[in-house]
T-cell receptor, first 112, second 114 residues
Framework: RKEVEQDPGPFNVPEGATVAFNCTYS??????FFWYRQDCRKEPKLLMS???SGNEDGRFTAQLNRASQYISLLIRDSKLSDSATYLC?????????????FGKGTKLSVKP | EADIYQTPRYLVIGTGKKITLECSQT?????MYWYQQDPGMELHLIHY???????EKGDLSSESTVSRIRTEHFPLTLESARPSHTSQYLC?????????????FGSGTQLSVL
């Protein structure tokens, strides 16, 4: 079983749509969680951390469900510029991957 | 903006050559990483370092080696490049803030071995 799993997509949505991505992780002892954004042929960049109580940054809302071991990212009123791959990242202390585990990413394509 | 730099940005080289990909950061971060990523595919961790004189192998087997003689510098070396090494190589460093470790990536080196 993969340690961090994401729906690969692609999610093709019209401008203005609301889109939600989910990510599941296998280690219940995981301590912190992030969403990164990666544009085509560019490096990943931190989009937002995911806090236990949920957090919002403008049109983006991240939530964590520890009981079910999943993280979500909601994008409201999507823009053309939101088109990218969204990577779920879990900081897994004591693990073997340098403590940071990346999902394969979910590709989003926002169309006019 | 993060201060982490990779050179060269693009490298096209023949089989059998020795190459070194440079990575430097000016943020004083102890932890640094090398990832390999093919187009449209996931990131694979190939090496990481907790600090000076520390190097560890990641989950993806790699024929490359790394060194960490200075905090700010984490070069990756391939002794004999092969076409199978063609890929994008991304260097990163992390800002340790307890559990909330955040990664900063360089712009990457796109390596093509002919």
């Amino acid at each position: 079983r993969k340690e961090v799993e994401q729906d690969p997509g692609p999610f093709n949505v019209p401008e203005g749509a609301t889109v939600a991505f989910n990510c599941t992780y296998s280690n219940s002892a995981s301590q912190s969680f992030f969403w990164y954004r990666q544009d085509c042929r560019k490096e990943p960049k931190l989009l937002m951390s995911v806090y236990s109580s949920g957090n919002e940054d403008g049109r983006f809302t991240a939530q964590l469900n520890r009981a079910s071991q999943y993280i979500s990212l909601l994008i409201r009123d999507s823009k053309l510029s939101d088109s990218a791959t969204y990577l779920c990242v879990v900081n897994d202390y004591g693990g073997s991957q340098g403590n940071l585990i990346f999902g394969k990413g979910t590709k989003l394509s926002v169309k006019p | 903006e993060a201060d982490i730099y990779q050179t060269p940005r693009y490298l096209v080289i023949g089989t059998g050559k020795k190459i070194t990909l440079e990575c430097s950061q000016t943020m004083g971060h102890d932890k640094m990483y090398w990832y390999q990523q093919d187009p449209g595919m996931e990131l694979h961790l190939i090496h990481y370092s907790y600090g000076v004189n520390s190097t560890e192998k990641g989950d993806l087997s790699s024929e490359s080696t790394v060194s960490r003689i200075r905090t700010e510098h984490f070069p990756l070396t391939l002794e004999s490049a092969r076409p199978s090494h063609t890929s994008q190589y991304l260097c990163a460093s992390s800002e340790p803030t307890g559990f909330n470790e955040k990664l900063f990536f360089g712009s990457g080196t796109q390596l093509s071995v002919l």
